[in-house]
């Protein structure tokens, strides 16, 4: 029977209805959606995958496809997560209530009692995620010691608007769900979503998912547009701590927001730095989004089943049509991406001799000795600090004890007329208490000396006129005009490195845009710094030079910034500041990233390949075991999984089979022997016959009769792969 009275995409079988009206008859509270869910359970216990999470543990044939002898990954599964405002829902409420004091509150909830759940586990349960509620982003992060002095200064949690609990705290109170938070792996498969409900960004919610994901999957770096601070809650989580820590998990920040974040945050947690990123961006997330916003009209006014079942099934649709089936597009884009970024290494490899510099192994120098700059731009040295604390402490004391022998706080020697005697009492008794109080404070002060005296290990207290007094005094002077000099330097530096980005060749538009607006934002604090060094200048002795916006706006390049030679230290000579050394550098890091790309899609590319074959040969077995064992019904539905779910696996093989014909290609499509048993089935034929590097490594055609042998070589290779199932399949037969 047809589900729709016009071109109809589903049919349910009469059988099927009749058995479900005859069970229906004797359990009344039997629904249709149970029955459905009974039927889906039936069909994923026939090929054993109804165990919990089997979806997740299996949703990327690229990513979680395990195989015998892989090489060991630096960060073997890369994901990333964001959220996302657009799947609201409208909580059905009584008309707003008016208080006597003429604000309004929302009347009572509406909303029908529905304890539906849709099948699958892309969902967390709003249980689960709760749990991680009960310890706020403040606790956490003063809790978190580890790397503390190192990482303070950095600012992201101020500059991100989502990383503050009050500000994402607040939401429409028309919605229940305010949208989606979902997880999704580097070739845009779901991994697991959650509501956000009654809020923003929360950092329940990627604190949830990733607990869920490392207890599901081990080993993962997650992306995120805030990574800095959320690695540091997740390292300080009681729950979360330990476990990330035993799985080797880390936090990320993305390359499309990274630009946004403070530089001595970009040295740290950029992706073009971390080790084992290779070319991955972490912002796959956005482009989903564009597609599953379309939702919205649908959703906006659903029950929380519909609305969860309406999600469920695009998602489910996109793994399948659009990631399973874009998956070696993707994965080819990325390979001739890395191949023509490593394609630069001669040119790399010239400015190095042209630069004089030893070795590629220098740039990592650099990059350590840049980030160890920074470090000291956020804080004052602590010597300095207490020197500069100690000195100040000795002028107090020094005041405190002139002030306790002053002759205006002594009463005075005369005694005063009888008529005058409660006045001059209670001006007595008010000088006897300032001198109380001045004296107390002396002893503070001289408390503080002394315990400072123990600190910097100082045996002869300092004097006036002694060398260390008049160094501290000079510190103290200079201390104002340092502050305001650390801080425009570090936006100054900052500043220009992210204007390198900007006039960049091949950086993408929507990438120059979000640099540029982070650059207007920052542009104001450039200004409210030089405001602050202007005045500390004016001050000294003697008087420092003054800085105009026209100068500081017209500076391209470190070496003309002699401002900072003002600065502890000079950077104007560092190898690191100098323009030509930084793009040596820069291009450095780009190709150590393109070889760690290819080092990932090869692995990649032989996981998919070896799941196409197993999934297939997998399939095709237990299609053929339930036909012979008189389910035809159960087959069918296994045929029609089959089907939907590897009809792309031709077209997979001749996009690899014309990738692996590229000069560079260096993976084998030949496949290899996955690690679990799960689909492995008797008499199985593992003799793909798809060339692998060594033998389709042909120089690119340049005649057309040479392009009609290479059309031909892929047709063999996509037969031969379709071949598989038909050899699978008498096999069987006949060993039946």
């Known amino acids: 029977m047809p589900c729709s009275p016009h071109t109809p995409s589903v049919v349910i079988m009469l059988r099927a209805l009749e058995i479900f009206r005859v069970m229906q008859l004797w359990c009344l509270r039997l629904g249709i959606q149970v029955f459905v869910c009974a039927l889906c359970d039936l069909h994923a216990r026939e090929l054993g995958r109804d165990t919990p999470n089997w979806r997740l543990r299996n949703t990327c044939p690229a990513c979680l496809y395990k195989l015998e002898g892989e090489p060991k990954l630096t960060l073997p599964m890369l994901a990333t997560q964001d959220g996302n405002n657009s799947l609201k829902r409208f909580e059905r409420r009584q008309r707003e209530l008016f208080l006597p004091t003429g604000s309004t509150i929302p009347g009572a909830s509406k909303e029908r009692l529905d304890n539906r759940v849709v099948p699958g586990d892309f969902f967390l349960l709003r249980e689960y995620v709760e749990e991680f509620a009960k310890v706020t982003v403040d606790v956490l992060m003063r809790g978190f010691e580890e790397g503390a002095e190192e990482d303070e200064g950095m600012g992201c949690d101020e500059r991100w608007e989502n990383m503050k609990e009050d500000v994402t705290a607040q939401a429409w109170g028309m919605y229940d769900e305010t949208g989606i938070f979902p997880a999704l792996c580097r070739h845009g498969f779901v991994l697991v979503v959650v509501d956000m409900v009654k809020s923003g960004e929360l950092a329940k919610y990627g604190l949830a998912v990733i607990h869920h994901l490392i207890e599901n999957l081990g080993e993962i770096a997650m992306g995120i547009d805030v990574g800095c601070q959320t690695g540091k809650m997740v390292k300080a989580h009681p729950r979360l701590s330990q476990l990330a820590c035993d799985n080797n998990f880390k936090c990320l920040v993305g390359s499309f927001h990274g630009l946004c974040h403070g530089r001595l945050c970009q040295v740290s947690n950029l992706a073009m730095y971390v080790p084992g990123m290779g070319l991955e961006d972490c912002k796959g997330c956005e482009s989903y989004f564009s597609k599953s916003n379309a939702l919205a009209s649908t959703t906006r006014y659903s029950s929380v089943f519909h609305r969860h079942q309406a999600i469920t099934t695009y998602m489910q649709h996109a793994d399948t049509c659009d990631a399973y089936?874009?998956?070696?597009?993707?994965?080819?884009?990325?390979?001739?991406?890395?191949?023509?970024?490593?394609?630069?290494?001669?040119?790399l490899q010239e400015a190095i001799r042209s630069l004089h510099v030893e070795s590629r192994d220098v740039f990592d120098t650099w990059l350590a000795r840049e980030k160890e700059y920074l470090c000291t731009l956020t804080k004052e040295p602590l010597e300095e600090t207490l020197e500069m604390e100690y000195y100040q402490k000795l002028v107090n004391l020094r005041e405190h004890d002139a002030s306790v022998r002053c002759k205006g706080l002594l009463h005075p020697s005369c005694p005063p007329p009888h008529e005058a005697y409660a006045e001059a009492a209670k001006q007595t008794h008010r000088l006897e208490m300032q001198r109380r109080?001045?004296?107390?404070?002396?002893?503070?002060?001289?408390?503080?000396?002394?315990?400072?005296?123990?600190?910097?290990?100082?045996?002869?207290?300092?004097?006036?006129?002694?060398?260390?007094?008049?160094?501290?005094?000079?510190?103290?002077?200079?201390?104002?005009?340092?502050?305001?000099?650390?801080?425009?330097?570090?936006?100054?530096?900052?500043?220009?490195?992210?204007?390198?980005?900007?006039?960049?060749?091949?950086?993408?538009?929507?990438?120059?845009?979000?640099?540029?607006?982070?650059?207007?934002v920052r542009s104001k604090a450039v200004k409210s710094a030089l405001e602050r060094y202007n005045a500390a200048a004016s001050a000294m002795t003697p008087v420092k030079p003054q800085l105009s916006w026209d100068e500081v706006v017209g500076y391209a390049f470190l070496a003309e910034f002699d401002l900072l030679c003002e600065g502890r230290e000079d950077i104007c000579t560092e190898p690191w500041a100098l323009p030509a050394r930084r793009d040596a550098m820069d291009q450095h890091f780009k190709i150590v990233c393109a070889e760690e790309e290819l080092e990932q899609l090869n692995l990649e590319i032989l996981q998919l390949v070896t799941f196409m074959v197993d999934e297939e040969s997998f399939l095709v077995y237990h299609e053929t075991r339930l036909c012979q064992e008189g389910l035809g019904g159960l087959a069918l539905q296994v045929a029609h999984y089959r089907m939907e779910h590897m009809r792309f696996n031709a077209v997979h093989i001749e996009r690899l089979t014309k990738l692996s014909k590229e000069d560079g290609f260096t993976a084998s499509i030949i496949p290899s022997v996955s690690v679990s048993t799960e689909r492995c089935v008797p008499m199985r034929d593992a003799d793909m016959g798809v060339p692998s590097a060594a033998h389709a490594g042909v120089p690119a055609p340049n005649t057309v009769e040479e392009e009609e042998e290479d059309g031909e070589e892929d047709g063999d290779a996509i037969d031969a792969f379709e071949n598989i199932v038909r050899i699978a399949h008498n096999v069987e037969a006949n060993v039946g």
């Not at 089936?325 to 040119?347: E, F, M, S």
């Not at 005094?473 to 936006?491: E, H, I, M, P, S």
């Not at 490195?497 to 006039?503: G, I, P």
Request: proline share 2%.
């Open 325 to 347: 089936q874009g998956l070696t597009v993707v994965i080819g884009n990325k390979y001739r991406r890395a191949l023509k970024l490593k394609a630069g290494l001669p040119a």
């Open 437 to 520: 109080h001045t004296v107390e404070v002396a002893v503070k002060s001289l408390a503080a000396v002394q315990d400072l005296e123990v600190k910097l290990d100082i045996t002869m207290c300092w004097v006036p006129g002694c060398e260390e007094w008049d160094r501290a005094a000079k510190l103290v002077g200079n201390r104002c005009y340092q502050r305001t000099l650390d801080q425009l330097q570090g936006l100054v530096v900052a500043r220009l490195f992210e204007l390198m980005t900007v006039n960049m060749s091949g950086t993408g538009y929507k990438l120059w845009k979000r640099i540029a607006k982070a650059l207007q």
